[in-house]
């Protein structure tokens, strides 16, 4: 176990209850949210109350079993969103590996049916669904091809509607691909309608191309920021409407991130402005809940890419013995 101490943030806001714990994205006053994280030990999402320290399986207030296939290993990402058409989804990604790819799915909150899947290579890292348009992005950290074994590269792949209110196309082949050297995680910006994403050396924000019908065609370079490293997260801060990244390993600029993204008019310009609040290493995912608690999964090495605590700031850590933790995520359909 591995425990960061921090500061309890300011005073407390709340979102709706189930059960005396926050389950969803509207505000209501309570201390207490669900956390979904990435389990890989058993390769499935756990959803758990922050207010609890040791988590066990009584503990566990949801949960979804990755299908036992070599596509499916490695959970990598997960987000909570909700549709129009088939209610709050789960959107879940896994590595997977070389010669079978990654696999992405959008996943049935209630039934836990598996509402849409796509294999993807190149070892995804991070899932989005881009509201309003209902296209499913996925970061791939590596070359975006089915080989014996990872080579660099990466990218991001959106599988596009062919018209409102449907589901995405399944077929890579047909996918929208933009390279991303590294590319881990990725955000939609419901405030400037931008998708954001990181990778190595980058984050960056992306206007959609959109056609006569409103369906989108590609993707154009907004906003850039660049550092020294590889950014592993992209998350929301909930209690300011700032972002995180993360940004691992040893160089300059690793450690955590907040950053906010303006708009400047004249100039039509967007520019990230970000200061580095934490200096470690091999932070895998860090985020913050409406009440001003941080939390994040911090692993110990590079080549230990998991922990099997989530920490929490101004509290008990969230710990539950044999656990892989890759990712943790505030339990919501908010995307900001």
């Known amino acids: 176990m591995r425990r960061r101490t921090l500061l309890r943030g300011a005073a407390a806001v709340g979102v709706s209850t189930v059960g005396g714990v926050a389950f969803g994205a509207e505000p209501a006053a309570a201390a207490t949210y669900n956390v979904m994280t990435t389990e890989q030990s058993s390769n499935r999402v756990l959803v758990f109350a922050n207010g609890d320290s040791s988590w066990t399986d009584g503990d566990i207030n949801w949960s979804w079993s990755a299908p036992d296939t070599a596509s499916w290993t490695n959970l990598s990402d997960v987000k ?22 990654g696999r992405a799915a959008m996943i049935d909150q209630v039934s836990k ?3 849409w899947s796509a294999n993807v290579p190149g070892n995804p890292h991070g899932v989005e669904r881009i509201t309003g348009h209902g296209a499913i992005v996925v970061a791939s950290s590596r070359a975006r091809s089915f080989s014996s074994s990872f080579s660099d590269g990466g990218g991001l792949s959106l599988f596009v509607p ?4 449907d589901k995405p196309s399944t077929s890579y082949d047909s996918s929208i691909k933009v390279g991303f050297e590294g590319a881990h995680g990725v955000l939609w910006d419901t405030t400037h309608n931008l998708l954001l994403a990181i990778g190595k050396n980058e984050l960056r924000a992306y206007s959609l191309e959109l056609n006569s019908n409103d369906i989108i065609t590609g993707l154009n370079r ?13 998350q929301p801060d909930y209690s300011s409407g700032k972002l995180f990244y993360t940004v691992g390993g040893t160089g ?18 967007y520019v990230f402005d970000s200061a580095r609040i934490h200096t470690w ?8 809940l409406p009440d001003g608690t941080s939390f994040w999964v911090d692993a110990p090495s590079a080549a230990v890419w998991w922990n099997d605590t989530v920490g929490f700031s101004g509290g008990a850590d969230g710990a539950r013995s044999g656990a892989k933790f890759y990712k943790a995520r505030y339990w919501t359909t908010s995307f900001l």
């Open 281 to 288: 290493t091999y932070t895998k995912s860090y985020s913050r």
């Open 162 to 165: 062919s018209s409102h209110g």
């Open 252 to 269: 300059a600029d690793h450690g955590v991130w907040q950053t906010a993204l303006t708009y400047y008019d004249p100039g039509s310009t």
């Open 222 to 234: 907004v906003a850039t920021e660049t550092f020294s490293g590889t950014g592993h997260d992209l």
């Open 80 to 101: 909570r969103r909700s549709t129009a058409n088939w209610g709050d989804v789960v959107l879940a990604a896994a590595s997977g590996d070389a010669p079978n790819g």
């Open 113 to 115: 049916s598996t509402v």
